[in-house]
């Protein structure tokens, strides 16, 4: 079983700064099956990118991913007030899917 | 648009039983695989189970094999969790997952609904 850690578990941040959230994996993984979710309060999780940096449909260019190997990026450019939420990472290249335990975004 | 409802979530006892169910919308439904998903009080995301299309292939988490079933009926668009010998660790927000394959992301999620497993 992968094993995803994500670092930092808090990050606090102000609106227009820049954000890097990390997701280490156990070994290395293929990136092609590297995923990072948005959840919000109160809403269903959303894919913002998959296959370690491709944006999933209308996720808007300030969001990026990065990474190869077992250490993986999520980078938000600037952060919008509606960016401030909990962030996951999953692998989904074999059973059984794996997530990590989120990285929460809050504003300073 | 997608939608994925569930329901069933509540209270039960240590041993007991509980149905979920996941009602879809807004998409081909036999076409994805769905999963369910769950997450406990302070915990992170944790994959449960997975069934295809067909329903010809599930799989299911280690933690959770020979008491849950996973299971679905495509004329109806639903999507079920059978769930035996509940656990106080079975307490969690479960949620209704869909995606195209086995090895792809998970395309859209339901809200979740709640089970708490006390005495």
């Known amino acids: 079983e992968i094993v995803l850690t994500q670092s930092p578990g808090t990050l606090s941040l102000s609106p227009g700064e820049r954000a890097t959230l990390s997701c280490r994996a156990s070994?290395?993984?293929?990136?092609?099956?590297l995923a990072w979710y948005q959840r919000k309060p109160g809403q269903a999780p959303r894919l913002l990118i998959y296959?370690?940096?491709s944006r999933a449909t209308g996720i808007p260019d300030r969001f990026s991913g990065s990474g190869s190997g077992a250490d993986f990026t999520l980078t938000i450019s600037r952060l919008e007030p509606e960016d401030f939420a909990v962030y996951y990472c999953?692998?989904?290249?074999?059973?059984?899917?794996?997530f990590g335990q989120g990285t929460k975004v809050e504003i300073k | 648009q997608v939608q994925l409802v569930e329901s069933g979530g509540g209270l039960v006892k240590p041993g007991g039983s509980l149905r979920l169910s996941c009602a879809a919308s807004g998409f081909t439904f036999s076409d994805y695989y769905m999963s369910w998903i769950r997450q406990a009080p302070g915990k992170g995301l944790e994959w449960v189970s997975y069934i295809s299309g067909s329903s010809s292939y599930t799989d299911h988490a280690d933690s959770v094999k020979g008491r849950f079933t996973i299971s679905r009926d495509n004329a109806k668009n639903s999507l079920y969790l059978q769930m035996n010998s509940l656990r106080a660790e079975d307490t969690a927000v479960y949620y209704c997952?869909?995606?195209?394959?086995?090895?792809?992301?998970?395309?859209?999620w339901g809200q979740g609904t709640l089970v708490t497993v006390s005495s």
């Open positions: 296959g370690a940096s």
């Open positions: 070994q290395s993984v293929s990136s092609s099956y």
């Open positions: 997952a869909s995606s195209s394959t086995v090895v792809t992301p998970i395309d859209y």
């Open positions: 999953q692998y989904y290249g074999a059973s059984p899917w794996t």
